[in-house]
């Protein structure tokens, strides 16, 4: 199924107003869902006693959630085949938002977490059908440069989620998150419905080819692309998910050294994310996105590196994470707008696999490098290399697309 794109600039023009509007809008209503586990974490040891529960219970709150998303995440990647991206966009917000202030009014742990085993589907679309949108927005150095904008708006949610969260729980109790992201994405919705302007009826599918999640992943150039994006920042999420304990268990160091360490990293992706667009320009997509690449497995020696070899100080993650975080930056909106581009037109199953490849890479390592956290760093980073060796072997086996819009290789 191919998909007509309108593109509103040129590569040397600059995006329109209501481009930029409708991206402001597109960002906020996914950011919003994104939130929804960050936001809600400081409330969570406090549930078993507001809600006369076990912990267990409890965590469900999180895990539904994530279920959700990853059910979610298929379903909008095959309803947009369907629907219009605008129309699916809008009304996964709605849902969001109703079901966030239905949560608000329940006493029972069991019906908060069916909830939030939808709350978490409804977010999902936001997730699946934003980098379409955006890139129908765009030319392809703006849609560059809009994903990675993006991006970096993303990365800030879990380190600032949760301070919001906990000022949130603390001066007005657990629904607070749910009513705030409730309201605020139900008032996104009011102003779209008052404004149908803000977002134009874009990316509208025609064609008569069949799609199907098969099709995508039969595509070479789309693995190309989508996998070592999946494995880098997989990868990278393994890290950052087992890091904390290794510090204060092995390393005999505190959070801080950990917030550090993640605040130098999230800086580092920001700059290259905002700058690959302009080396792009300059370099084209394929020196870029190699770079990239080349640049993250270079992160990962040196963390493996210093596990082996280095003092075993948490204050030294620092200096190194920062590496993997550059190469990250530097490649993601390049490698991503690339993939969805080698499916011509498929833009949201390609987005819906790229993100559940991401979350299962990166739940299935967290769990499969816990037993040997009490080895320290040398554990986690050797899990590192060997999740992110395989991403630069891809992009060479592979032969990439061509600048044209055509893939080199047969399906």
Not at 209 to 236: C, D, E, P, Q, W
Not at 375 to 391: E, S
Request: glycine share 10%; hydrophobic share 55%.
């Amino acid at each position: 199924m191919h998909e007509q794109l309108q593109h509103p600039t040129t590569p040397d023009e600059s995006p329109k107003p209501r481009a930029v509007a409708a991206f402001l809008t597109i960002v906020a209503g996914t950011v919003l869902g994104l939130s929804g586990i960050d936001l809600v974490l400081p409330a969570v040891p406090h549930l078993p006693a507001i809600f006369a529960t076990n912990v267990e219970n409890a965590q469900l709150v999180l895990a539904s959630y994530v279920a959700g998303m990853s059910v979610g995440l298929l379903m909008f990647g095959t309803l947009s085949a369907h629907f219009g991206r605008r129309r699916l966009f809008i009304a996964s917000l709605a849902v969001f938002g109703a079901l966030s202030l239905m949560a608000t009014q329940t006493s029972n742990i069991h019906v908060l977490n069916v909830i939030r085993f939808f709350q978490g589907a409804a977010a999902s679309g936001g997730a699946v059908l934003a980098p379409g949108l955006i890139r129908a927005l765009f030319s392809e150095i703006g849609a560059i440069r809009a994903v990675s904008a993006m991006g970096s708006i993303e990365s800030l949610v879990p380190g600032l989620a949760p301070i919001a969260g906990a000022w949130l729980f603390k001066e007005y109790g657990w629904e607070a998150s749910f009513s705030i992201t409730g309201t605020l994405v139900l008032a996104i919705c009011l102003i779209v419905f008052l404004v149908p302007s803000l977002l134009p009826h874009i990316g509208q599918k025609k064609g008569d080819t069949a799609s199907s999640y098969m099709r995508v992943m039969r595509n070479k150039t789309f693995l190309r692309y989508a996998v070592s994006h999946a494995l880098i920042l997989g990868g990278l999420l393994v890290f950052v998910f087992s890091v904390p304990t290794i510090v204060i268990k092995t390393m005999d160091g505190v959070i801080e050294d950990f917030i550090l360490m993640q605040f130098v990293g999230v800086c580092l992706f920001i700059i290259s994310a905002n700058a690959n667009g302009s080396l792009v320009k300059r370099f084209g997509n394929e020196a870029v996105i190699s770079a990239g690449t080349n640049i993250s497995l270079l992160g990962t020696l040196v963390l493996f590196g210093y596990a082996l070899f280095g003092a075993n100080d948490p204050h030294h993650l620092a200096y190194m994470f920062w590496i993997l975080n550059l190469g990250h930056g530097i490649r993601s909106g390049p490698g991503f707008v690339r993939a969805l581009a080698a499916t011509h037109g498929d833009d949201d199953r390609a987005s819906a696999l790229i993100i559940l490849w991401t979350m299962l890479l990166a739940a299935a390592g967290t769990a499969i490098v816990a037993p040997f956290i009490e080895m320290g760093l040398a554990a986690v980073t050797l899990a590192l290399v060997l999740i992110v060796l395989p991403a630069p072997i891809l992009m060479r086996t592979i032969a990439p697309m061509e600048d044209s819009g055509q893939d080199t290789n047969p399906r």
